[in-house]
């Protein structure tokens, strides 16, 4: 027995020694919040790291760990005096799905707190995690303050709490308790990690692959009675307690946020009622007498008939919501929707406990509390909160992302120093539009939104009793398609087929350009500075365009376009340390920047060295030649530019563009 004893000893020693030694690699540590990307003369360009997230998935198939990602938001060390920073955690919902990360709830809430604080810079980082439960969220949570140095916390959590990471009913994150998933998570980081797995096995799941929200439903139908949704709520109390403490240990202000869902248009899922063959074939005779199709009065009396005979099925209490709704008895509708809800046996939503665990927690620990179900809920019809405000079962439209901003500014104004707002400052800020108008909120995007809820709605585990609205979505896909201009079709379709930028408003802007449409070329270049700072097609090429499409519908540079430029060649020097920034690049960068500037000199210069690059002179055939025609013709160097304009044109077979731009040099004209 001892030596037994003794042996396992000597294993667990050498276990640890070898753990030891590898956790002294630092290529072997698991992915860090944030990463430090480039450093110039005391200031270092930094970016949440978007592998962050998938420490949290270490369990799961190596397919859907690639798809698991957090916004990369980009920052500068150090932090100009007086800047306040705020870490906004949860899940999806707040990473902005569907929607492209601009139009999130985190980037309305920056521009709305950089509306209430205008002497301050404001910076709120997106910490919003794919299917994160709150065991999830409150360990990013932990690693965000570290990395960050956050002055406010935002948490919006609660959706996830079964069927996401970690949560109750979770397939591969330890068990159901907290306790339990502390020592997996603890486990799933070791560098030994291939060596610990029989130890973690035992704790979870076997991994599944495939889309994940098929994964996430292959845990099962949860119906109300099932313990693990009582652990959820117990888990979701002990983790939002945590992270309270967390924040009060570091004197950070905490808002905890109620989360909503669309109880009116979503189907919950449906069950075979546990009754006998006779009895179950009168109540599925009731509950066809009473879908929507059928006329109110006589549905509701053939669902109050069904509801005899089995009164815990989800769908047939959406049904009766739907009838009172058509019948204008609003309370009712409210009260069998919500009943739906509490009862849907695939508990995608967070049900009316949950929210009662965040809003006691919020009390008991004295933090803020944003009362987002409650706002969207007074913005709703009396019956409930629907498509209006929805994409899907929870995640909000473009109004609901706004208006979720708008909830957590609300709670501010019982917050302490520097973030208290004056009451009711939150209902005097911008609208709704105008929001979405900053930020960029385009035709396009809204369709990707439109087809993509579309695909979702109609596939399991989704689509039973959704039909109608997926035929809504497709109906008002094709109206908006329809509605797009010759460059706007284009830009989508070469993104849809993978022939152009993975950035959806930067294709959208190359074709628009390309079509000569420059006022909706500006615009998607404008929305791709805001989706990608700090990258050279999102940002710097994004910029150099924005700023010439205004030049090509008539606009002057002025003192804005210097300072935009100024800022970019700043940016560019940041990037130049990234390993896809070729030399050529940068100088062709640098040229065109300094060319709209009008510093002829350092454009020519920067514009020579790069036409020596084969690359460049493929890619940017015509805005090369165009650029540096028009600074020779500046210096005077005409021959020089006319042999730029044969021999490049000839090489990339642009023949008739060179014969063109011979023309103008001879003619001592500026090319367009």
Known sequence: MRGRLAALLLGLVLVALIEGGLRLIPALDPPAFAL???????????????????????????????????????????????????????????????????????????????????????????????????????????????????????????????????????????GQAVWMKRVHYSLVQWRLRPLVGKLIGPLGRESEDGPLIEVMSKAGAIPASDPRRAQAAANLETNLRDVAAFCRARRIPLVLCSVTSNERGFAPARIEPPLPDEERARYVDFLAQGHKEQASPAALAALEQAEELYADDAYLHFLRGYHLEQLGRGAGARAAYVQARELDPRPWRATADLNEVVRRVAAEEGVLLADVEARFLAHSPEEGVGWELMVDHLHPAGTGQVLLARAIVAALEGAPAPWQIASGAADQLATVDEYRRRLGDLPVERLAVLRAMAVLLAAPPLDAGNEGQVQTLRQQAAALWDELSAGEQNGVERWRTGAGPELLALNVADACYAAREYEHAQDYYRAARLEEPYTIWGDLWSTLRYIRCGQLVGAPIGSTEHVELSALLDRLRFLSEAPDFSPGLQDFIRGYAYHLLGEHDKALTALEQAVQDANIRKMFTTDLLELIVAELIISGRLADAEQYAVEIAAEQGQEVFGRALVEQIRASQKPR
């Open 36 to 174: 430090q990307l480039a450093h110039i003369e005391g200031r270092a360009l930094h970016a949440v790291n978007p592998d962050y997230a998938r420490r949290f998935f270490a369990d799961m198939a190596e397919p859907i760990r690639r798809g698991i990602r957090m916004t990369p938001r980009p920052y500068i060390e150090p932090s100009p005096e007086g800047a306040l920073r705020v870490l906004f955690a949860g899940g999806s919902t707040v990473q902005g799905y569907p929607h492209p990360k601009r139009l999130s709830a985190p980037s309305y809430l920056q521009e709305m707190l950089g509306d209430l604080f205008p002497e301050r810079q404001i910076e709120v980082f997106n910490a919003g995690i794919t299917a994160a439960s709150s065991f999830a969220v409150a360990r990013a949570v932990e690693d965000g303050i570290a990395a960050l140095g956050a002055n406010l916390v935002v948490v919006y959590t609660g959706h996830n709490e079964l069927y996401g990471v970690y949560g109750a009913a979770s397939l591969a994150q330890g």
